[in-house]
Structure formats: C-alpha cells, structure tokens
C-alpha cells in the first residue's frame, strides 16, 4: 500500500538535512582552519641562506637526543647526528639544524657534503670539562703544539678530509668559555695546547659563514692544509687581553676568500702561517692564493694583518684590500726571524685605513720563538716585493718599523699615496729602517732613505694584480630549508 508523505513531514526532513549539512560544513571549516593553522605554525622556521652546496636531507640536532638546555652535554648527539646524516654524502648531502637554545658540547667532528647550520638564537657552548676534547698529536709543520711540547686538544668543531663542508648559520653564536683555559695558559698548568673553535684539515671546499664566535679558548677558524676555502660575515669577538685568541689563521692552504668580517682580539685578527721552523721547511706547503677584503679589526697589542711567524713553508701571492683597523698595535706585520727559512712574497696590500696606531707598518727580522733548539740558524727567510698603496692613518705614534736580517735584507719594498697623521705625543723619530730596500712616492711623513722617495716627477703606484684569483670563482646560492621544530 503506498502512503503519500504530507508536506508538513517533508518540510521538516528537509530543515533537518540543512542543519546538518551546515553543521557538517561548519566542522570542516573549522578543522581546515586548525590544520591551515597548525601547517603556519609548523612552516615558521622556514628560511634562505647562502652556500656553496645546498643540501637534499635536513635534520635536527633534537632528533638525536639534543637538549638546549645549557647544562646538558651534548657531544654524543652531535657526533651521532654526524655520523647518521653521513650516508647523505652521495644523495645530495645534508643539514644539521641546532634550533634556538644553549648547546653545552664537547669537541665533534664533521663529514663531507654537510651543512651544519645555527639558527639566529642557538648558542653552542664549549664544556668546561677537559676530558671532552680528545688529545691528537702535534701537526706535522709544527713538531709540537703552540702552547706546549706536546700534543693538542681536538677543536670544538673540527674534520679531516672532508670535501664540501658548510658551517653556517644565521648569526648564531658559538661560545667558546675561554677564560678556564686562559687562566691555565697563564698560570701554566697545560701539558697541550689549547683547543681552536673550529679547525679544519687536509679539506676542500670549504665554506664557514655568518657566525658570531666569542671567548675561544685560542685560535678561532683554523684551516690547515686546505684549499678553496671562503669565510664570509663572520663577527669574531674576545677580551682584548685574552692569550693567542687570534681571528682567522689560514695555515698550509690555497686558494682563500676571507670576507666582510668584523673581528675584536687578544691578538692577531688575521695571522696568514706555513709550519714552523724545521718542521715547516720539511712539509714544505705554503699559503698562497689569498684575499682579504672588507675586514674591521681592533687588536691593541697585534696586528691586522700578520704573515708569520711561522712561515716556514712559504707565503705567497697575498691581496688584502678596504681594510679598516681601529686601536691596533700595527697595520700589516711581517713577522720572522733566522732559523724560520720560506720566504713572504707577492704581498700586496692597498685601501687600508687605520685610527689610533702604534706602527703603521712594522716587519720584523728578529722573531726568535722556536718550536725547539734543532732548528737551522742558517735557515734564512726570503722576504721580498711587498707593496702598500691608497693608505691613509691618524692618530699613529710611529709611522714605520722596518727591521730586516744581517745578511739577508728585506728587498723589492714598495709604499705609495700613503698619509699618515700622527698622534699628540709621537715618536721622535717615525721610520727605523735596517737591513731593508725598496722605494716610496707620495708617503706623508717623508720615509727612511733604504724606502727611497721617487720624487714629485717620478709618482709611483705599487702594484696590486687586477687578474682574479681561482677564489673569486666560487660564488654562493640561495639554499632554503622547512624544518618543523618541536
């Protein structure tokens, strides 16, 4: 039997299907909204940065046990994250994020084809405890460690033979604690020399960028037997007394960009080396190949620039340009001494402004530091073809301190267009020269005759090369990252 529905039932079947058609709709709204919320949230750390090499794979360091917490030890998981994200190396490589925290870690080391990468509030912090940082033996152009006869503790961040390896990061911070080790180094209680921040070894490739280093307990960035190595924008910052805490010491390398970086130190900003003595001679690999540009520097009691003083290997074919040195004890340094052999050679220096001096320019034949007493005092240095030009100074106590060896003159020295305005209470007498030769043109106060002023008809400009180096081949791209933060 058929029954024929009224339309008064219809009407509310219908009224009933709408509002649950629009309760279904308002559900899905708002869990579209929630997850398009929830999708913003976990997209947020999104970003670009620049790099030789960008990376396939992308981890964190939480994903392998890491805690930000500052007091937490954090080597294991970094050398775990390491190792794990090695496999990597040959499917596009990988990255390591450290998210924003306080990272207390030991000495780690690092793989090729890897980014490790600091986000804008990450802090690494160096343990204080000793047995964190392995001891390795003396590096073979040196025979022995800086600080001590015998061997080393292994670097905060440090690889050997690696190939394409990126330290890089949005300003984020590594702090090396340095005053534990400053205190042992000045009351000598260290049997081995003190660990670097980071060091690098027999690599290429080499990119370590936008980095805020403070308080290392020495050396800062040490690459070491090294080629094609570009450090840009990076701020290096330590207690301008603390001990040997150089800036950026390219050692044994080729082929080196260093860039836009800012640098406040306890001694060198940026120490150009090659081996030590006998023991440099013998491994015979120089530094060559190098640019510094766009540098800012205050070092009280060092230099900016200083080649040496082990410089065994060699040092060759230096361009250092727009360099600005505030409160430094000297401007360019040449730093050797009998007994150290190599040569500096090729060194060409121009755009250098200085505030508040001690020495504009300052070489030194007499550095008698040895790494022991099996050296050759008839190992004699070859120092020659410097050249300075576009300079300008004030406020300068001496102008120059140009001392080379007897028997074995410093030659080929060139300085033009140089201004040098000097301090309230200046040195009597503003250039000592001995055991030097070169020439002038247009040097405010009037050089030492060994640096012979050409005269106003005969201007010279010294040289600087305008042919690129391989360095400046190596350019950066734009890297992006997503990585969901817990």
């Given at each position: 039997?058929?029954?024929?529905?009224?339309?008064?039932?219809?009407?509310?079947v219908?009224k009933?299907?709408?509002?649950?058609?629009?309760?279904?709709?308002?559900?899905?709204?708002?869990?579209?909204?929630?997850?398009v919320?929830?999708?913003?949230?976990?997209?947020?750390?999104?970003?670009?940065?620049?790099?030789?090499?960008?990376?396939a794979?992308?981890?964190?360091?939480?994903?392998?046990?890491?805690?930000?917490?500052?007091?937490?030890?954090?080597t294991?998981?970094?050398q775990?994250?390491?190792?794990?994200l090695?496999?990597?190396g040959?499917?596009?490589?990988?990255?390591?994020?450290?998210?924003?925290?306080?990272?207390?870690?030991?000495?780690?080391?690092?793989?090729?084809?890897?980014?490790?990468?600091?986000?804008?509030?990450?802090?690494?912090?160096?343990?204080?405890?000793?047995?964190e940082?392995p001891?390795?033996?003396?590096?073979?152009?040196?025979?022995?460690g800086?600080?001590?006869?015998?061997?080393?503790?292994?670097?905060l961040?440090?690889?050997?033979?690696?190939?394409?390896?990126?330290?890089?990061?949005?300003?984020?911070?590594?702090?090396?604690?340095?005053?534990?080790?400053?205190?042992?180094?000045?009351?000598?209680q260290?049997?081995?020399?003190?660990?670097y921040?980071i060091?690098?070894?027999?690599?290429?490739?080499?990119?370590?960028?936008?980095?805020?280093?403070?308080?290392?307990?020495?050396?800062n960035?040490?690459?070491?037997?090294?080629?094609?190595?570009?450090?840009?924008?990076?701020?290096?910052?330590?207690?301008?007394?603390?001990?040997?805490?150089?800036?950026?010491?390219?050692?044994?390398?080729?082929?080196?960009?260093?860039?836009?970086?800012?640098?406040?130190?306890?001694?060198?900003c940026?120490?150009?080396k090659?081996?030590?003595?006998?023991?440099?001679?013998?491994?015979?690999?120089?530094t060559?190949?190098?640019?510094?540009?766009?540098?800012?520097?205050?070092?009280?009691?060092?230099?900016?620039?200083?080649?040496?003083?082990?410089?065994?290997?060699?040092?060759?074919?230096?361009?250092?340009?727009?360099?600005?040195?505030?409160?430094?004890?000297?401007?360019?340094?040449?730093?050797?001494?009998?007994?150290?052999?190599?040569?500096?050679?090729?060194?060409?220096?121009?755009?250098?402004?200085?505030?508040?001096?001690?020495?504009?320019?300052?070489?030194?034949?007499?550095y008698?530091s040895?790494?022991?007493?099996?050296?050759?005092?008839?190992?004699?240095?070859?120092?020659?073809?410097?050249?300075?030009?576009?300079?300008?100074?004030?406020?300068?106590?001496?102008?120059?301190?140009?001392?080379?060896?007897?028997?074995?003159?410093?030659?080929?020295?060139?300085?033009?267009?140089?201004?040098?305005s000097?301090?309230?209470?200046?040195?009597?007498?503003?250039?000592?020269?001995t055991?030097?030769?070169g020439?002038?043109?247009?040097?405010?106060?009037?050089?030492?005759?060994?640096?012979?002023?050409?005269?106003?008809?005969?201007?010279?400009?010294?040289?600087?090369?305008?042919d690129?180096?391989?360095?400046?081949?190596?350019?950066?791209?734009?890297?992006?990252?997503?990585?969901?933060?817990?």
């Amino acid at each position: 039997m058929h029954v024929k529905a009224s339309s008064l039932t219809i009407f509310k079947v219908r009224k009933m299907v709408g509002m649950l058609c629009g309760m279904i709709i308002v559900l899905v709204g708002i869990m579209n909204t929630r997850e398009v919320e929830g999708r913003k949230s976990r997209i947020s750390n999104y970003g670009e940065y620049s790099a030789i090499n960008c990376r396939a794979h992308t981890a964190s360091i939480t994903d392998f046990g890491g805690v930000g917490d500052g007091t937490t030890s954090n080597t294991k998981p970094f050398q775990t994250a390491v190792d794990h994200l090695s496999q990597y190396g040959s499917d596009g490589g990988a990255m390591l994020l450290v998210p924003p925290g306080k990272w207390l870690t030991g000495s780690f080391n690092l793989t090729s084809h890897f980014t490790l990468f600091l986000h804008k509030d990450a802090v690494l912090l160096a343990s204080q405890d000793m047995n964190e940082f392995p001891l390795i033996p003396p590096l073979p152009s040196y025979g022995r460690g800086r600080d001590a006869p015998g061997g080393r503790y292994a670097s905060l961040i440090t690889g050997s033979n690696l190939t394409d390896v990126i330290i890089t990061g949005e300003n984020g911070t590594i702090d090396g604690q340095g005053e534990m080790w400053w205190q042992k180094f000045h009351h000598g209680q260290l049997k081995h020399t003190r660990p670097y921040l980071i060091e690098l070894m027999y690599s290429d490739s080499i990119q370590i960028s936008h980095l805020t280093l403070i308080n290392s307990p020495s050396w800062n960035i040490h690459p070491i037997y090294s080629s094609n190595i570009l450090i840009q924008g990076i701020t290096i910052s330590a207690p301008v007394n603390s001990p040997n805490t150089d800036g950026i010491n390219p050692d044994s390398c080729t082929n080196t960009r260093i860039e836009d970086c800012y640098i406040v130190s306890g001694d060198d900003c940026v120490a150009v080396k090659s081996g030590w003595d006998e023991y440099g001679i013998s491994y015979g690999m120089p530094t060559k190949q190098l640019v510094i540009r766009r540098l800012t520097c205050i070092s009280p009691t060092s230099a900016v620039i200083a080649l040496g003083s082990e410089m065994s290997g060699g040092i060759q074919d230096v361009r250092a340009e727009d360099i600005t040195a505030i409160n430094s004890e000297s401007g360019v340094r040449i730093k050797t001494g009998a007994g150290r052999g190599g040569y500096v050679k090729d060194i060409y220096v121009k755009g250098f402004t200085m505030h508040t001096m001690k020495w504009a320019f300052w070489m030194t034949g007499n550095y008698g530091s040895h790494p022991d007493d099996k050296y050759d005092p008839n190992a004699l240095p070859t120092i020659k073809n410097i050249n300075y030009r576009d300079m300008v100074a004030d406020d300068v106590k001496m102008a120059a301190r140009l001392e080379g060896i007897s028997g074995d003159p410093f030659t080929e020295i060139c300085i033009s267009n140089v201004t040098i305005s000097l301090a309230a209470k200046p040195k009597k007498i503003q250039w000592t020269c001995t055991d030097v030769a070169g020439i002038s043109s247009g040097v405010t106060p009037k050089p030492c005759d060994a640096i012979a002023d050409q005269g106003p008809y005969n201007n010279i400009e010294c040289e600087f090369p305008t042919d690129p180096l391989p360095i400046d081949d190596i350019q950066v791209q734009t890297c992006s990252y997503q990585r969901m933060y817990p």
